[in-house]
Each structure stands twice: as structure tokens, then as C-alpha cells.
């Protein structure tokens, strides 16, 4: 019991698509068995998944929606993007061509900081082509990172940027509070639910199978499969190796799912700031702690 116990202890968050790959094989291996106490508790599970899936749609259509229509979030949005690219510009251009100086040397910390992905890839797109929800706090942790030390801003040239960045930054959370419709938090929360149901499986599992390891392998085979398949994305990622998609024409979700987000441990609806797994969820999981993998949600309108 003790493998089994500290195998799957933690179970990493996996995308919509992933659970619901794993719990559809599961379910089906589990009736093959004759055992439709597991099969119930799968199907179960996937009515979940089901219903984040739901979430994750309304949250894309209304945003896409919204962005149509030139809604209030979409303009400061907007406005936003166009001082963060000035703002990336500045201080790129001054990390390249001062980059021996204080100012070269303050404006490098401050585009890996804050203008730099997990896949080690710099640009303006870090900061504003994400999410509305994950876009606000990153601006503001930019903002405290400028106004945490004297004179910062004005060494890196971009103090009046950032001071129309602050300004914007009010308007942006205004507007979001004020979304109709589906909301990021209702999402994640869906989400959390899901990936409860997913536990409650594998804990039903272990708790019918744990002196069958066999039959317990056979049946968590698919979810252990799903596991290692995100490790070895999440892998290849962090490797800066070609990625077997084209992103170009990856949907909005699946952008997400492959750039990452950070936990909602607070549950205010916005990803949560200095997350210490920025581009995941908790680690471990039935793959020897194969990897983390983005919780999933829909991308960037930011």
C-alpha cells in the first residue's frame, strides 16, 4: 500500500481533454472488469469534466464576443497593450545597446522578469497576450516591481510609460469585475471539481484493487499514460525543443494549455502572482511525480 499511497499522494492537474481521455478508458476497462462501482464513479467524473468543458466554452464565446463588440474590457485592453509594447520596447532596446551599464543591467532584469515565458521567450506577447485575468496581475506586479526601488522607472527610461500604465490599471480591474456571463474564477472552479472527481477515482481504485497490483495497473494504465504524455510536453518545453503542433493553429485553449497558467489558490478568479509553478499545477502523480501540466482554460484575449 505504501507505493501505491506515495505514487499517487498527488495527481497533476491535467488539461479538460487529457482527464477526459483518461476517465472514458478507465470507465471502459473498469466495466470490462465487472467492477461498475469503478465505471459509475469514472462516469461520474466525466459528468464533471463534462461541466467544466461547459465553462470553458461559455468563457471563450463571451470573451470572443465581447471582443467583437468592442466592449469595455477589449478597449482598455487595448490601450494597455499599446504601453506595454512601448514599455518592452524601451527597455529591450536599452538591455542590447547598454547592456554594460546600470540602465542595461536594470532594463535585462526587468524583460526576464517580467517579459520572459517558461520556454525562455521574450516579447511584449508575455505580458499582454494572455488572458484579461492573468494580464492585470501582471501589470501590477511589474508596477510594484518599478515602485518597489527609488528611481527604477527612470533609469529604465519608461517613467511616464509606467505611470499611464498605473492609470490603466483601475480601469482594468473595473472592467472586469463587471463581466457577465461565465467568470475565470467559475472556471477554475469547475475545473477543481473535476479534478477532485479524478482523484475520487483513483483513490476508489486503490481502495478495491490495492492486493490486485495488476488489475490496479490495468486499470490506472490510462490516467498514468495521460500523466507522462504531459510530463514529456511539459518536458520538451522546458527544453526549448520544437513542439510536435503548429501553434499557429492551435485553438485559444489549447495556446494556453501549452504556455501554462498559474493556481488560483486564493479562489479570486485571477491566476494567483509569484506562483511558485508558474507554468503548472502541483507536481507529482502515478508516473514516479512525472510532471506538472497546465490547468486548462482558455486563452488569450489580453
Known amino acids: 500500500m505504501a507505493a501505491i499511497t506515495k505514487s499517487y499522494s498527488a495527481i497533476p492537474y491535467l488539461s479538460n481533454a487529457r ?5 472514458e478508458q ?19 467524473a466525466l459528468h464533471d469534466n463534462g461541466r467544466w468543458r461547459v465553462g470553458i466554452d461559455g468563457w471563450i464565446a463571451q470573451n470572443r464576443s465581447a471582443a467583437r463588440k468592442g466592449g469595455e474590457t477589449y478597449a482598455v485592453d487595448v490601450e494597455a497593450d499599446f504601453v506595454i509594447g512601448r514599455i518592452y520596447g524601451i527597455l529591450e532596446g536599452l538591455s542590447r545597446r547598454r547592456a554594460g551599464t546600470a540602465a542595461g543591467k536594470a532594463a535585462a532584469k526587468l524583460v526576464l522578469d517580467h517579459f520572459t515565458d517558461a520556454r525562455g521567450k521574450s516579447g511584449m506577447g508575455v505580458m499582454a497576450q494572455v488572458v484579461y485575468e492573468e494580464q492585470l496581475p501582471r501589470m501590477r506586479r511589474f508596477i510594484a516591481a518599478l515602485d518597489a526601488e527609488e528611481g527604477l522607472a527612470r533609469l529604465v527610461r519608461i517613467a511616464d510609460w509606467v505611470d499611464d500604465l498605473r492609470g490603466l490599471e483601475p480601469r482594468y480591474a473595473r472592467a472586469l469585475s463587471t463581466t457577465a456571463g461565465v467568470t475565470w474564477g467559475e472556471v477554475i472552479a469547475l475545473r477543481n471539481v473535476a479534478y477532485d472527481s479524478l482523484f475520487a477515482v483513483v483513490g476508489l481504485i486503490a481502495a478495491r484493487h490495492r ?8 486499470l490506472m494504465a490510462p490516467i498514468d499514460d495521460q500523466i507522462n504524455r504531459a510530463a514529456e510536453q511539459n518536458r520538451r518545453r522546458r527544453a526549448g525543443e520544437a513542439m510536435v503542433v503548429n501553434e499557429d493553429e492551435l485553438s485559444a485553449e489549447e495556446l494556453l494549455e501549452l504556455e501554462g497558467v498559474a493556481e488560483d489558490a486564493d479562489g479570486d478568479g485571477v491566476p494567483d502572482a509569484g506562483a511558485p509553478q508558474a507554468e503548472g499545477e502541483p507536481t507529482g502523480g502515478g508516473a514516479g511525480d512525472a510532471a506538472d501540466e497546465a490547468g486548462e482554460a482558455p486563452a488569450g484575449e489580453g
Open 19 to 23: 482527464s477526459t481521455i483518461a476517465l
Open 26 to 44: 478507465v470507465r471502459d476497462r473498469a466495466v470490462e472488469k465487472g467492477d461498475d462501482v469503478v465505471a459509475a464513479e469514472a462516469q461520474t
Open 211 to 218: 492486493r490486485e497490483p495488476a488489475t490496479f495497473a490495468w
